[in-house]
């Protein structure tokens, strides 16, 4: 695991800045402490920081061929590498290490663009080839690492795995894409492939990009889709034994390593399932860690600690306190554009907790995704029998007007939030699961924007990120729809980000069972009715685990990793909130109305509405402004 960045000229064979290619590397040190070292020849210079967990001794980076003409920087792990270098030497080529890296640089002599559909596991890497002068980039399946990329006036191509790599080099402009922030606000993330900034670009996950000098930069390339054909015949029965094999299969490939191995114990069944699996796979007790909260409607710890007893694993368990909101300015250092999810503060503890003990740590995350494990999947569902009763017009004029006319409440189980469900019935099934989605909803965003932002916006919608991945689900399936939108745009934007940036900020690596690709095509094949049945989500991965987990940990609502910020934003952040948003970076802006952001403040802190969400993300958003050394109007914000 690792930090990769660098710079290609594409217009000719000037020679990078050592100075400026260190300042990037460096900037990334905490993704890779162990060693570091740049490359530099004319027209091209990588940086790596690395993070040493396979072939300690001779897995350095960058790695090259026997000639050094191919030359890779590379973050990630490919877990079927010692396969892929025996089908390699079975064509000729020999191998001076033991490193999946180098097993990355003999797959693209050998196959080359092509190599990526050779590789299994989580990665994003760089290849300067200097006979076909050219450089290559690809990013893994799902989005489990990060990829960065922007070219600056002057020609220089820029990446790296961390934006902050890039805004390093000091010749990249700082103008903020008003799209990006339209997305952020609806969103609570920017999604792929954007960044904050115009001129900088997310690599989408399974995409790959090659780069030839001297010729204009391409678009991207998709090399991988999940397809929900959903086709699989069949039984019960016999999926859940299936399932329960894939399951083993992915956690066993994952436990390569050098190092000390462990793994995130939520209490949750994915987290459960992935720590169950370990155990019948390793003689050894499993190193486990759990965070708990001194707020008990937050705190799992007693469900996590079942599974810790039943399979004797070596758990530590630490309680966090429930004013734990000290984190908001190293956030926005970590995160590098604004991120609203505030689980990352729970989860940047836990991973502060796992660094502790070991190097790799397993998750549970991407299986509610494939799996159908989410509560808003049911709700859906609910709704989308509704749609389907009744023509989108005669839906439009009569639960439209009955969602303006109905007060809302927030404070209520969505079950009861009638005002929610009529706008959901009112729209078609991508407009609705967008709404879902949302943090702050069409009605809000639209009165919190200055009219010169919306001018700035020109019409557009953060919903077109949806319809864009809606129109390539091809499928007719109303759960598998959500599925393939979730695994589009809240895995990678949300949930992988989170992980990456919680994670490497403490030097951990972490490992991702539930999203290996092979497994998540499976389950794509799997009838949705075995993903959701009734109100019972991951239907048939709960009957595939009740020979390995206790049914309280099956069976039991869903909790989530969250925070208690409506009490947080009335209490011990109250003024620092309040000074932030009317008096702070965001407020000079301009992008902003200032009544609109005083009504949510004083609704909220009296208690006559919870608007803790939408504050969250302003508050979010101003912390990444003033990381980034932005207080002016951001269009016109420039490095």
């Known amino acids: 695991m690792c930090g990769i960045t660098g710079l290609f000229d594409t217009r000719g064979q000037r020679l990078p800045e050592r100075e400026r290619l260190h300042r990037m590397n460096e900037s990334q040190h905490h993704r890779g402490p162990d060693e570091g070292d740049l490359h530099i020849e004319p027209g091209v210079g990588f940086g790596h920081r690395r993070l040493s967990v396979i072939d300690i001794a001779t897995g350095q980076q960058p790695i090259f061929n026997d000639d050094k003409s191919v030359a890779l920087v ?15 030497r079975g064509h000729g080529y020999a191998f001076r290490t033991k490193s999946d890296s180098e097993a990355i640089v003999r797959a693209w002599e050998h196959w080359g663009e092509d190599c990526v559909h050779h590789l299994r596991g989580m990665f994003a890497f760089m290849i300067h080839d200097r006979r076909r002068d050219c450089l290559f980039m690809a990013r893994d399946r799902l989005g489990v690492k990060p990829l960065h990329y922007a070219m600056t006036e002057d020609g220089w191509l820029l990446f790296g795995s961390e934006l902050k790599s890039l805004m390093a080099h000091g010749g990249l402009r700082q103008e903020i894409d008003p799209r990006a922030v339209e997305a952020y606000f609806a969103l609570g993330y920017v999604p792929d492939p954007w960044t904050i900034y115009r001129h900088a670009q997310k690599l989408a996950p399974g995409h790959r990009l090659l780069v030839k000098r001297g010729q204009p930069l391409g678009e991207p390339q998709r090399y991988w889709d999940v397809k929900f054909t959903l086709d699989a015949k069949i039984g019960e029965e016999e999926a859940a034994e299936e399932l329960r094999r ?20 939520s209490g949750g069944v994915d987290s459960s399932a ?38 004797r694993t070596n758990h530590r368990v630490e ?5 734990d909101f000290g984190l908001v300015d190293l956030l926005a250092h970590l995160y590098d554009e604004p991120y609203a999810d505030s689980s990352a503060i729970p989860t940047y503890r836990v991973c502060e907790l796992a660094r502790k003990h070991v190097t790799v740590a397993l998750s549970g995350d991407g299986g509610d995704e494939s799996l159908g494990g989410y509560r808003r999947y049911k709700m859906h569902m609910m709704e989308e029998r509704m749609r389907s009763a009744f023509p989108l017009a005669l839906r439009k004029g009569v639960f439209g007007p009955l969602a303006r006319l109905y007060p809302k409440a927030d404070w209520a189980p969505r079950v009861f939030r009638a005002k929610t469900t009529f706008q959901a019935i009112a729209r078609n099934s991508v407009d609705a699961y967008f709404n879902t989605m949302g943090l702050v909803r069409d009605p809000l965003r639209q009165a919190l924007f200055s009219d010169a932002f919306k001018r700035d916006l020109q019409g557009w919608h953060a919903s077109e990120v949806f319809h864009h991945h809606a129109r390539r689900a091809e499928t007719d399936d109303p759960l598998a729809l959500i599925q393939y939108l979730d695994i589009h745009t ?14 490497m900020a403490h030097s951990l690596e972490v490992r991702e069972p539930l999203m290996d690709h092979q497994l998540v095509e499976w389950t794509a094949t799997l009838p949705s009715s075995l993903k959701l049945r009734g109100q019972e989500g991951k239907y048939i991965f709960k ?52 009544a609109t952001i005083g009504r949510l403040l004083d609704q909220h802190e009296s208690g006559a509405m919870d608007h803790a969400q939408p504050l969250w993300v302003l508050l979010m958003f101003d912390a990444f402004l003033r990381n980034a050394g932005l207080g002016v109007a951001p269009s016109r914000a420039a490095a």
């Open 74 to 88: 590379f973050n990630g792990e490919v877990y079927n590498y010692l396969e892929l270098m025996d089908e390699l």
């Open 246 to 265: 894939r399951l083993t299969e992915s956690v066993k490939l994952r436990l390569k390593a050098e190092v000390p191995l462990g793994a995130f114990l």
């Open 274 to 311: 992935v720590v169950a699996a370990m155990a019948q796979l390793d003689g050894q007790p499993v190193n486990t860690c759990s965070i708990g909260f001194d707020d008990p409607k937050f705190n799992e710890t007693e469900f996590a600690q079942m599974v810790a007893d039943r399979y």
């Open 319 to 323: 309680t966090v306190s429930s004013d």
């Open 490 to 503: 809240y895995l990678p934007g949300d949930i992988n980000t989170k992980v990456d940036r919680a994670s």
């Open 543 to 594: 009957k595939a685990l009740e020979p390995m987990l206790p049914h309280d940990v099956l069976y039991r609502p869903k909790m989530g990793f969250a925070v208690p910020l409506a009490r947080w934003l009335r209490g011990p952040l109250r003024q620092q909130t309040r000074q932030a948003l009317q008096r702070g970076a965001l407020a000079q802006t301009g992008w902003f109305n200032p």
